[in-house]
């Protein structure tokens, strides 16, 4: 009798937390922000669609490039964080970059140069609230 009510009670405290976890993960862990960006190319400023991302907590700390991106030589003094970026394929470009994160707000220059000339863009987003990323 005694191991029917120890595995019972194990069950039970199994299937609890198995509940509870599911709960938890169905709470938003995420935080949903808009960017908006505008780009110079050769003398030309063009403001670029505005574009929402639902981003992991704490993930925009780091700096945002595209998946084609990767970046090195990241330095950060307070809240603003210095980058070199490489991006590859369909069009080589390298560069550097430079952002600064408060708690609702991020501001951040972007200078690339690729085959085709240099560009730079300027990036202002803000956090709007949570949300579960996929």
């Given amino acids: 009798m005694k191991r029917t009510i120890s595995g019972l009670a194990a069950s039970g405290v199994m299937l609890g937390a198995a509940l509870a976890a599911s709960a ?10 808009r ?14 669609p505005p574009a929402e991302q639902c981003q992991r907590s ?15 030589n990241v330095s950060s003094q307070g809240n ?12 080589p470009m390298t560069g550097t970059g430079t952002t600064t994160l408060t708690a609702d707000t991020m501001d951040g ?3 690339l ?13 803000t ?7 996929q």
């Fill in 80 to 91: 603003t964080t210095r980058f070199d970026v490489e991006c590859g394929p369909p069009a």
């Fill in 113 to 125: 140069t690729s085959g085709a000339g240099a560009m730079s863009f300027t990036v202002h987003g």
């Fill in 35 to 48: 960017y908006q960006t505008s780009m110079n190319m050769a003398g030309i400023s063009m403001d670029l």
């Fill in 58 to 72: 704490g993930q925009a700390e780091a700096p945002p490039v595209r998946d084609n991106c990767t970046t090195t």
């Fill in 24 to 33: 938890f993960a169905a709470e938003p862990t995420g935080e949903q922000w």
């Fill in 109 to 111: 220059t972007y200078t």
């Fill in 127 to 133: 956090k709007l609230g949570t949300c579960t990323p």
